[in-house]
């Protein structure tokens, strides 16, 4: 089941990344490359020498030339967004180390599924599109997936259920104009509303406010991050649930963010909305019904992303 995977940056994320699939089982071959390489070295030394109690596979620090015949490359590089400081902010910084890796890991990994993960997510994503050369099918960015798991983790709290009956998306940008299409919300196949009132909770009240739970969800990444730092173990959870989607041959739906051509109205842009994920990458999106107010969201989102890629040297 297991593929070959390399990832590109061996810091929080990267490295977590990297353990989160050897444990898993879900990569055969791991390669981590970063332009530290005693660090990368290292990181993969130490899950290495865990490796007799999991799923066989094979964990070694690297160069771009490593990662030749990849079936997944995972990018984290880039610098790493500080308390106080919006996934925006980073733009320019990131845009640029984008810029300079993508012709060495393209060259070496043509056939890849590209997962990008570093912020500003939908940006690099755009990025890697407009400069890879690779069709947009195979370039993923993790975008509103992680969103998705916050929400759905929200509300299993929010009624004390489990997870798994929670039913339910995050779309548009992986940031501050991201946003809850209710509409489609649902636990255990009904509707999240009428299951509220169910339990005699009333809707966008005291016990349950779909306002309070969409700024749980926008701000949970600036909380962590004042809280301990960084963020790393549920966005590595989330990339390990992707590279399983890719791996197996059912296609999932999943809430990511890749380029967007003319569904609900919007092109050339990367943000999230519902994409089928099967082997080779994205194979289509599926078109949600939305309400008028969240078409509107959604639309607004883009076109913040549009503003700030118009501001960009790409």
Same mark, same amino acid.
């Given at each position: 089941?297991? /593929? /070959? ?9 990267? +490295?977590?990344?990297?353990? #989160? !699939? ?15 390489? %005693? /660090? ?36 984290? +590089?880039?610098?790493?967004?500080? &308390?106080?400081?919006?996934? !925006? ?14 012709? /060495? ?5 043509? =056939? ?6 570093? =912020? ?21 960015? #993790? ?25 339910? $998306? ?10 809850? &299409? ?34 749980? $969800? ?16 549920? $966005?590595?959870? #989330?990339? =390990? ?13 999943? %809430?990511? +963010? ?29 078109? %949600? ?17 549009? =503003? $700030?890629?118009? +501001?960009?040297?790409?």
């Amino acid at each position: 089941m297991g /593929k /070959k995977v390399s990832i590109i940056g061996a810091g929080y994320v990267g +490295s977590t990344i990297a353990y #989160t !699939l050897a444990v898993s089982g879900n990569a055969s071959e791991i390669v981590l490359i970063d332009i530290n390489e %005693s /660090k990368a070295f290292g990181e993969a030394m130490d899950i290495r020498q865990g490796a007799p109690y999991i799923s066989p596979t094979t964990i070694y620090s690297g160069d771009y030339e490593d990662a030749k015949d990849s079936d997944v490359v995972i990018v984290t +590089s880039g610098v790493a967004r500080r &308390p106080g400081q919006s996934r !925006l902010d980073l733009a320019q910084i990131n845009v640029d180390i984008s810029k300079s890796i993508i012709p /060495k890991i393209t060259r070496v990994a043509p =056939n890849a599924v590209y997962i990008v993960v570093s =912020n500003p997510v939908d940006i690099l994503t755009y990025v890697f599109c407009k400069c890879s050369g690779l069709p947009a099918g195979q370039i993923i960015g #993790t975008g509103c997936l992680l969103d998705t798991a916050r929400f759905r983790s929200r509300l299993a709290e929010n009624f004390s259920i489990s997870m798994q009956n929670v039913h339910g $998306v995050v779309f548009g940008e992986h940031g501050d104009t991201s946003f809850i &299409p209710w509409s489609l919300a649902t636990i255990s196949g009904i509707h999240v509303d009428t299951y509220a009132r169910s339990r005699g909770l009333s809707v966008s009240g005291s016990g349950f406010d779909h306002e309070e739970i969409e700024n749980y $969800v926008r701000k949970s990444g600036a909380t962590i991050i004042d809280a301990k730092g960084a963020t790393y173990y549920a $966005v590595s959870l #989330t990339v =390990n649930h992707i590279v399983k989607c890719l791996n197996r041959g059912i296609d999932t739906a999943l %809430s990511l +963010s890749s380029l967007m051509e003319g569904e609900y109205g919007i092109d050339d842009v990367c943000l999230s909305v519902l994409s089928i994920v099967g082997k080779g990458g994205i194979r289509g999106k599926l078109i %949600s019904p939305l309400t008028d107010e969240e078409i509107a969201k959604l639309h607004h989102s883009a076109d913040t992303l549009k =503003n $700030v890629i118009s +501001s960009l040297k790409i």
